[in-house]
């Protein structure tokens, strides 16, 4: 599938994986994978790290024969232990040749498919030169096991960095109205070196959708309670911007969190926005995006 064809949503698969969001039903995500299919979205971003591989596993299944009609990107360079039965793994980089090859096919594996439509480096790893881990991935592109190699979470300058080693075509980056982080200027290296957007968070976890009051407490499986937006004075401020977008919505008839989604489009270059979905409700939200 050719990247200009992909659906301007990219179905957000970390949920799948069933931890860190909370109380969630896998059954329901799978349910609302079907119905994503149906309304036209034909990508869909996961990563080795969530839920451990059961991200990639139940996408996979849940596909099944469709998963070679789509584009599924995942994502390496992470490695984890779980030290006890019920806590937290404990999640390191590692972007070595060694771990990028097996993150690879245990990728391929894991998804049942022959080639990774697209494969990020998660996060840049510093105890790793580039033309080592960059390196690898152009091994793997040579031998298709790779269609397009990706960068997420790369400043500008790494990304300047890795464009020297590989030919990048894809770029991860966390950006909503609230929290733009380096679009800008990486913006600027995207379009001239003809790469894609794909921006992750465009809802702030779900901050931007407007159904917080500031009030609500997080348990200790929802990443909400770790994060610094969700906690007292930053959690207000956020609360009240969203009010006043949700005023700027209204005026065009827009719900806040179509609102922030869209308007991500007329800012930037984007491609496809990631949504994390969880039931089919929320993919049916965005279908007029799609």
Known sequence: MM?????????????????????????????????????????FD?????????????????????RHDVTIATKGGLAWEVLK?????????NSSAEAIKKNVFDSLKRLKVDRLSIF???WPDKTVSFEETFGALNELQSKGLIGSIGVSNFSNTELRQAL???????????????????????????VAND???????????????GKFSGD???????????LPLFKGKTFDDAIRKVDQFRKL??????????????QMFKKYPITSSIIGIKNKEQIRFFEELI
């Open 85 to 93: 039965s019920g806590e937290r793994a404990t999640i390191t980089k």
């Open 216 to 226: 609500e407490e997080f348990p200790k499986d929802d990443r909400r309670s770790r």
């Open 46 to 66: 996961t990563a080795g790290v969530y839920g451990l591989g059961l991200s990639e596993k139940r996408l996979s299944n849940t596909l099944g024969v469709k």
């Open 195 to 209: 790469i894609k957007i794909v921006p992750y968070n465009v809802l702030a976890s779900g901050l931007l959708m």
């Open 3 to 43: 990247s200009s064809d992909l659906s301007r949503i990219c179905f957000g698969c970390e949920a799948l994986g069933g931890t860190d969001w909370g109380k969630v039903s896998v059954r329901d995500i799978e349910e609302a994978v079907s119905v994503a299919l149906e309304l036209g979205v034909n990508f």
């Open 249 to 262: 919505a209204l005026r065009d008839d827009l719900p806040v969190g179509f609102y922030a989604v869209s």
């Open 120 to 122: 990020y480096v998660h």
């Open 164 to 190: 020297r080693l590989a030919p990048v075509d894809f770029v991860q980056v966390a950006a909503n109205l609230l929290e733009p982080s380096n679009m800008n200027s990486i913006s600027e290296t995207c």
